[in-house]
């Protein structure tokens, strides 16, 4: 599932929802007042977000639907393929090397930040999944017992030592933590 577009509400420890925003806005604004107000998570980023509950149903609905990508003004480049022309700034060496290489400049720089990120090896995308795993613990499971040791864990990349430190947590708390270690909604495109 691609949490980049996906919520997680919990009510002290205990996950209560998981979904589209606009349905997770509904949920807390109509939860039980006397209860402990729901804290609710970005999926993708282990964030809070605040919530703006003001106004009617149709309103928060309106609110947090995600937003239509206005449709864009054609431009150079190649559109179909997701291709979107930016500035860069190089210096003259760098333009002259560019300009040698078959293919052009813009194919040249796509084949070198290709094999950058093959080169990376996902530690890029580890480094964010471990920092989403941490605010996501920060905020609900700072004062739980072992936060210190799996947080030393969740940065040293123990992802052992890491579940054993967290594995007298409430399941739902261990599972919406593990889950950010695990994901696998990077997405991933292949432009030549």
């Known amino acids: ?12 420890m205990a996950r209560i929802a998981s979904g589209p925003l606009s349905e997770i806005a509904l949920l807390v604004k109509h939860s039980d007042p006397a209860a402990a107000q729901p804290l609710v998570f970005d999926d993708h980023s282990g ?33 179909k ?5 930016r500035e860069v ?13 078959p293919g ?14 093959r080169a990376d090896a996902g530690t890029t995308d580890a480094r964010q999944a471990q920092e989403a795993a941490y605010r996501f613990m920060s905020a609900l ?20 030592a890491f579940e054993a430190h967290i594995a007298n947590w409430p399941d739902d708390v261990r599972t919406y933590a593990l889950q950010f270690m695990t994901r696998t909604d990077r997405p991933e495109n292949d432009l030549s």
């Open 1 to 12: 599932m691609d949490t980049r577009y996906t919520h997680t509400a919990f009510a002290d």
């Open 47 to 79: 964030r809070v977000v605040d919530l703006d509950l003001r106004g009617t149903d149709a309103e928060i609905v309106t609110r947090y639907q995600p937003k239509a990508t206005p449709t864009p003004i054609r431009k150079r480049g190649r559109p």
């Open 81 to 85: 393929l997701g291709v979107v022309a």
């Open 89 to 101: 700034t190089l210096l003259p060496r760098h333009w002259d090397w560019l300009s040698q290489q």
């Open 104 to 117: 052009g400049a813009s194919r040249a720089l796509r084949r070198l930040v290709d094999e950058a990120r």
């Open 141 to 160: 499971a700072g004062n739980l017992p072992g936060f210190e040791e799996a947080s030393r864990a969740l940065f040293s990349g123990n992802l052992p």
